[in-house]
């Protein structure tokens, strides 16, 4: 059996190679990094934003339980259902009989990393029930029965012609007729319209996720580019909400920075174009709106993070992606080399929390520990740092190989005195000299074959600096 | 006259000397009593940073006891300075030395943040007639907040034009075990800092971590590449007579 590591390795050595895909990603990443500068020209003070951002998170995670208790009373004194789901079976389970109970047959989704996160769709499909997509990023995806590549722009590694190739392989109906080479993209996205109409008005569900749970009001506030989201709250009969318990903010003024620096973090933008609040099924002095209105409270293991006072601030994430947009290593392996629900650098961080150290410590290790991700955070998660507390958890839970813990002895006894040192680096650069000048270089028979695997074979000098040093007296 | 003890990193020691060389030639230029404690051995970070935080402690015990009677510590590399000044307290957390790390801290700077911040000093006497480009390697630019010191240093050398390359704070993929862990991904970063250097036009690219440079390095010379790397301080080496004389030593090493 492949473990993940051994998985995320052979994608690295596939992907870096995957020109097209990097292209791709860089060239929406120069996109993403000009409106990015632009959006932050609102803010007087964008780092002031961002430490309001973090305060507004510690408290709400700080008071968990008390913002989540007045949430719910809220929304249980409006007719809403509120269902506390530990785990991802839980909340699979409790979408899934309501969805039977009720008798749909097709449910229509906004886009929610956190329905990816439980494997929601799949539990559905099982069921027969139909489940689209509604987000055209996702709906791209979903067509190619890929998970998202990106937690914003799931289709970031596609390029107009690959979803004008796909749109006519799976949409032939929707597409207009003649247009065979057609890839114009209000074309494309006419198409998917006329597609998603369909399931708009055929489904009795509608299934979101939620950027934040308002707890004074009671509401869960969604943010989208599309009106999806509006569409498929209002249409169908019934509305679930999925959503992660430390979503929660305390206060509806919370959002007059946090709507405006989510937007901004995310996709550059001074806002978002549709942000809306619910907090409830349709009143009886209301036109519209569902019947029934559910909100799904998922933990999922964020209680454990929960308790982890180092890391707790990783909860703070609002899943703009902008870490991943920062991370070069998410730009040369992209989305899908992690195999995870989360990449880049908050995947790295969270996955080994949600989904065990042992199996998902190698995306910790995975890092230049380069910082990017950390200084662009709007909510101030120290990324990087905490890649360093995953690996140091993983040294002290003995999840390393044998042969990198007694690396690492040696490496301290040679380490505790100079003589010791200078003698290991003066055998060590004259047997890589000598096998050098037997031209072994770069060869599986070099001694530093896991750096020349790559790079040219360094010209490894015949003196130390210490030795050097010496001779010249210090001068 | 300000008394400087040089850090010379172990990769530095072992791997690229003369880097050490010409960071002791330059602080004397600027006026510093240097002295090499020989006892020194490694900071301590690739144990810390790939998570061995117990073999990486007594090393950095070493390093602290080394180091005990130093003015200033002065080092041609971010990442060691990072590791000293804001891994140590960490690492020591709970232990008597803690404070003995704190102390530290304060007192070993980076090469370049010496100079313009400690000694003052913007203008060295360097001389080097070429273009150079500057990568801002990670740990001296998002750790330590180092961006103009080196910037400013470069200016100020005779004959040198800096020129600013794309993306200039990207990560290389250097990342120390990083960079054989996962060669390939480190070797496609690599490969992007390389293609920017390329399109900028600079004949050089200098930076202030060697470690980044000998990376960099074996990137450009496997694709054949133009762009030769240099170590700050080996450019702030070089005066007007100086630098032809290492000129001159090198067209007669390759002359043999």
């Given at each position: 059996?492949?473990?993940?590591a051994q998985?995320?390795?052979r994608?690295?050595?596939?992907?870096?190679?995957?020109?097209?895909?990097?292209?791709a990603?860089?060239?929406?990443v120069?996109?993403?990094d000009a409106?990015?500068?632009r959006?932050r020209?609102?803010?007087?003070d964008w780092e002031a934003?961002?430490q309001?951002?973090?305060?507004?998170?510690?408290?709400?995670?700080?008071?968990?339980d008390?913002y989540l208790l007045?949430?719910?009373?809220?929304v249980?004194a409006r007719?809403?259902?509120v269902?506390?789901a530990e785990?991802a079976?839980?909340a699979r389970?409790?979408?899934?009989?309501?969805a039977?109970?009720?008798g749909?047959?097709?449910i229509v989704?906004?886009k929610?990393?956190?329905?990816?996160?439980?494997?929601?769709?799949p539990?559905?499909?099982?069921l027969?029930?139909?489940v689209f997509?509604?987000?055209?990023g996702e709906f791209?995806v979903?067509?190619r029965?890929?998970p998202?590549?990106?937690?914003v722009?799931?289709?970031?590694h596609?390029?107009?012609?690959d979803?004008?190739k796909?749109?006519?392989?799976?949409?032939?109906?929707a597409?207009a007729s003649?247009?065979?080479s057609n890839?114009d993209?209000?074309e494309l996205?006419?198409?998917?319209?006329?597609?998603l109409?369909?399931?708009?008005f055929s489904?009795?569900?509608?299934?979101?996720?939620?950027?934040?749970?308002v707890?004074?009001?009671g509401?869960?506030a969604?943010?989208t580019?599309?009106g999806?989201?509006?569409l498929?709250t209002?249409?169908p009969?019934?509305?679930v909400a999925?959503?992660?318990?430390e979503?929660?903010?305390?206060?509806?003024e919370n959002?007059?920075?946090l709507?405006?620096?989510?937007?901004t973090a995310?996709t550059?933008?001074?806002?978002?174009?549709y942000?809306s609040?619910?907090?409830?099924?349709?009143?009886?002095?209301?036109?519209d709106?569902p019947?029934?209105?559910?909100?799904?409270l998922?933990d999922?293991?964020r209680?454990?993070?929960?308790?982890?006072a180092?890391?707790?601030e990783?909860?703070h994430?609002v899943?703009?992606?902008?870490?991943?947009?920062?991370?070069p290593?998410?730009r040369?392996?992209?989305?899908?080399?992690y195999h995870?629900?989360?990449?880049?650098?908050i995947?790295?961080v969270?996955?080994?929390?949600?989904r065990?150290?042992?199996e998902f410590q190698?995306l910790s290790y995975a890092s230049?520990?380069?910082?990017?991700?950390?200084?662009?955070?709007?909510?101030?998660?120290?990324l990087?740092?905490?890649?360093l507390h995953?690996r140091?958890?993983?040294?002290?839970?003995?999840?390393?190989?044998?042969h990198?813990?007694?690396?690492?002895?040696?490496?301290r006894?040679?380490m505790?005195?100079?003589?010791?040192?200078?003698?290991?680096?003066?055998?060590?650069?004259?047997?890589?000299?000598?096998l050098y000048?037997?031209g072994?270089?770069?060869?599986?028979l070099?001694?530093l074959r896991?750096?020349t695997?790559?790079?040219?074979a360094p010209a490894?000098?015949?003196k130390s600096?210490?030795?050097?040093w010496?001779e010249?007296?210090?001068r | 006259?300000?008394?400087?003890?040089?850090f010379?990193?172990?990769?530095v020691?072992q791997?690229t000397?003369?880097v050490?060389m010409?960071v002791?030639?330059?602080l004397r230029?600027?006026g510093c009593?240097?002295?090499?404690?020989e006892?020194?051995t490694?900071c301590?970070?690739?144990?810390?940073?790939?998570?061995?935080?117990?073999d990486?402690?007594?090393?950095?015990?070493?390093?602290?006891?080394?180091?005990?009677?130093?003015e200033?510590v002065?080092?041609?590399?971010g990442?060691?300075?990072?590791?000293v000044r804001?891994?140590?307290p960490?690492?020591?957390?709970?232990?008597?030395l803690?404070?003995?790390?704190k102390?530290m801290?304060?007192?070993?700077?980076?090469?370049?943040e010496?100079l313009?911040?400690?000694a003052?000093v913007?203008?060295v006497g360097?001389?080097?007639?070429h273009r150079?480009a500057f990568h801002?390697?990670?740990?001296g630019?998002?750790?330590?907040?180092i961006?103009q010191?080196p910037?400013?240093?470069?200016?100020?050398v005779r004959g040198?034009e800096?020129?600013e390359?794309?993306?200039?704070e990207?990560c290389?993929?250097f990342?120390?075990?990083?960079a054989?862990?996962?060669?390939?991904?480190?070797?496609?970063m690599?490969?992007t800092?390389?293609?920017?250097a390329e399109?900028?036009s600079a004949?050089y690219?200098?930076?202030?971590d060697?470690?980044?440079?000998l990376h960099?390095?074996?990137?450009?010379?496997r694709?054949?590449?133009?762009?030769?790397?240099?170590?700050?301080a080996?450019?702030?080496?070089r005066?007007e007579v100086?630098?032809?004389?290492?000129?001159s030593?090198?067209?007669?090493?390759?002359?043999?």
């Amino acid at each position: 059996m492949t473990t993940p590591a051994q998985e995320f390795l052979r994608s690295a050595t596939q992907e870096t190679a995957n020109q097209p895909t990097r292209r791709a990603i860089r060239h929406a990443v120069d996109q993403y990094d000009a409106a990015v500068q632009r959006g932050r020209r609102q803010f007087v003070d964008w780092e002031a934003g961002r430490q309001k951002c973090y305060e507004i998170k510690w408290e709400a995670l700080n008071h968990l339980d008390q913002y989540l208790l007045e949430f719910e009373k809220h929304v249980k004194a409006r007719g809403g259902h509120v269902f506390w789901a530990e785990t991802a079976e839980d909340a699979r389970r409790y979408v899934a009989d309501l969805a039977t109970q009720r008798g749909v047959r097709t449910i229509v989704k906004s886009k929610s990393m956190v329905t990816e996160e439980i494997h929601l769709t799949p539990a559905l499909e099982r069921l027969g029930i139909r489940v689209f997509e509604t987000d055209l990023g996702e709906f791209i995806v979903q067509l190619r029965n890929e998970p998202p590549f990106h937690i914003v722009t799931p289709a970031m590694h596609l390029t107009r012609a690959d979803i004008a190739k796909l749109f006519h392989e799976k949409l032939a109906d929707a597409m207009a007729s003649g247009s065979s080479s057609n890839d114009d993209p209000p074309e494309l996205v006419a198409a998917a319209r006329r597609a998603l109409r369909r399931a708009f008005f055929s489904a009795e569900m509608g299934i979101t996720g939620a950027n934040f749970l308002v707890a004074d009001a009671g509401m869960i506030a969604i943010t989208t580019n599309e009106g999806n989201d509006r569409l498929g709250t209002a249409v169908p009969r019934i509305h679930v909400a999925i959503v992660g318990i430390e979503k929660v903010i305390p206060r509806l003024e919370n959002l007059a920075v946090l709507w405006p620096v989510l937007a901004t973090a995310g996709t550059g933008q001074t806002i978002t174009c549709y942000n809306s609040l619910i907090g409830g099924p349709r009143a009886p002095d209301e036109v519209d709106g569902p019947e029934e209105f559910h909100v799904v409270l998922l933990d999922n293991g964020r209680t454990d993070l929960l308790a982890d006072a180092e890391q707790r601030e990783v909860l703070h994430c609002v899943r703009c992606g902008s870490c991943l947009n920062a991370c070069p290593v998410f730009r040369a392996v992209g989305g899908h080399a992690y195999h995870t629900t989360y990449s880049g650098p908050i995947g790295s961080v969270l996955t080994p929390h949600l989904r065990g150290l042992n199996e998902f410590q190698h995306l910790s290790y995975a890092s230049s520990l380069c910082g990017a991700c950390t200084s662009v955070c709007p909510v101030k998660i120290d990324l990087h740092h905490h890649l360093l507390h995953n690996r140091r958890n993983a040294v002290q839970a003995g999840d390393r190989p044998w042969h990198e813990r007694i690396g690492f002895q040696l490496w301290r006894l040679t380490m505790a005195g100079s003589r010791r040192f200078a003698f290991a680096g003066w055998l060590g650069r004259t047997a890589t000299r000598i096998l050098y000048a037997l031209g072994l270089a770069g060869t599986p028979l070099d001694p530093l074959r896991p750096w020349t695997k790559y790079r040219a074979a360094p010209a490894v000098p015949q003196k130390s600096f210490r030795a050097t040093w010496r001779e010249s007296g210090g001068r | 006259m300000q008394k400087v003890s040089l850090f010379i990193p172990c990769f530095v020691d072992q791997l690229t000397p003369a880097v050490g060389m010409d960071v002791a030639r330059v602080l004397r230029r600027i006026g510093c009593e240097i002295d090499f404690p020989e006892a020194q051995t490694c900071c301590g970070q690739p144990a810390f940073n790939t998570g061995y935080w117990d073999d990486a402690r007594p090393v950095a015990e070493h390093f602290l006891r080394v180091f005990r009677t130093a003015e200033a510590v002065v080092c041609p590399s971010g990442s060691c300075t990072t590791m000293v000044r804001n891994f140590y307290p960490e690492l020591l957390a709970g232990t008597p030395l803690v404070d003995e790390a704190k102390s530290m801290g304060s007192r070993v700077f980076e090469f370049s943040e010496f100079l313009v911040k400690v000694a003052g000093v913007t203008d060295v006497g360097a001389h080097f007639p070429h273009r150079v480009a500057f990568h801002d390697a990670c740990h001296g630019l998002r750790e330590l907040h180092i961006k103009q010191e080196p910037r400013e240093l470069l200016r100020h050398v005779r004959g040198l034009e800096l020129v600013e390359m794309a993306r200039s704070e990207e990560c290389c993929g250097f990342g120390g075990t990083f960079a054989t862990k996962f060669g390939m991904i480190s070797a496609a970063m690599g490969e992007t800092k390389a293609g920017n250097a390329e399109a900028s036009s600079a004949e050089y690219l200098v930076s202030t971590d060697p470690s980044c440079l000998l990376h960099i390095d074996g990137i450009l010379r496997r694709r054949d590449s133009g762009v030769r790397t240099i170590h700050l301080a080996s450019i702030l080496a070089r005066t007007e007579v100086a630098g032809e004389r290492v000129e001159s030593a090198s067209r007669a090493r390759s002359a043999e």
